[in-house]
T-cell receptor, first 115, second 109 residues
Framework: DTEVTQTPKHLVMGMTNKKSLKCEQH?????MYWYKQKAKKPPELMFV???????INESVPSRFSPECPNSSLLNLHLHALQPEDSALYLC??????????????FGPGTRLTVT | LAKTTQPISMDSYEGQEVNITCSHN???????ITWYQQFPSQGPRFIIQ???TKVTNEVASLFIPADRKSSTLSLPRVSLSDTAVYYC??????????FGAGTTVTVRA
């Protein structure tokens, strides 16, 4: 199984809502990632978890809160978002070794719209 | 992070070979060169990775000259379904993929 699944596929939320994005993989990967991608732009790294511990936070605003409950699951909790946070949110996973960490498996993404 | 430069777009026809060259003049000794493909509204897909010389898999070939300051992704006999954005990445910091602008490849019938 080389699949990374993400739910929901689409999400529309108001600026005062609280919602969560979910990502799951069963490849035994111990590194998991959140990326944000705006239309016609490349993906931008947000967070990296390695062995269920947060290892990289790319200065992401606190209205985005990641969580890694176990080695297969990654969540992104959203609260008080702004319209400019509307984007495709991508989850990825990889083996946590130097060369292998660049071979990342991406999910299909969650299309988020903040109204 | 080593900066990469690749063409913004390329056009091709079905059955042709497409070669995309990426420049990375500041590549460091430990850096890997990795290529990804992305279709609209989908996550990027890993294509190939190399360190030096030539790497080939069932999808593509990656040519890396001895000085490693550039690399060329070769897609043999493209089809319409190969229309996508192709990203060249040079790994510098553990875990960090820094995507550049990418090359939009359009394959026509």
């Amino acid at each position: 199984d080389t699949e990374v699944t993400q739910t929901p596929k689409h999400l529309v939320m108001g600026m005062t809502n609280k919602k969560s994005l979910k990502c799951e993989q069963h490849m035994g990967h111990r590194a998991m990632y959140w990326y944000k991608q705006k239309a016609k732009k490349p993906p931008e790294l947000m967070f990296v978890y390695s062995y269920e511990k947060l290892s990289i936070n790319e200065s992401v605003p606190s209205r985005f809160s990641p969580e890694c409950p176990n080695s297969s699951l990654l969540n992104l909790h959203l609260h008080a978002l702004q319209p400019e946070d509307s984007a495709l949110y991508l989850c990825a996973s990889s083996q946590p070794t130097r060369g292998s960490s660049y071979e990342q498996y991406f999910g299909p993404g969650t299309r988020l719209t903040v109204t | 992070l080593a900066k990469t430069t690749q063409p913004i777009s390329m056009d091709s026809y079905e059955g042709q070979e497409v070669n995309i060259t990426c420049s990375h003049n500041n590549i460091a000794t430990n850096d890997y060169i990795t290529w990804y493909q992305q279709f609209p509204s989908q996550g990027p897909r890993f294509i190939i990775q190399g360190y030096k010389t030539k790497v080939t898999n069932e999808v593509a070939s990656l040519f890396i000259p001895a000085d490693r300051k550039s690399s060329t992704l070769s897609l043999p006999r493209v089809s319409l379904s190969d229309t996508a954005v192709y990203y060249c990445l040079v790994g510098d910091i553990f875990y960090k993929l820094s995507f550049g602008a990418g090359t939009t490849v359009t394959v026509r019938a």
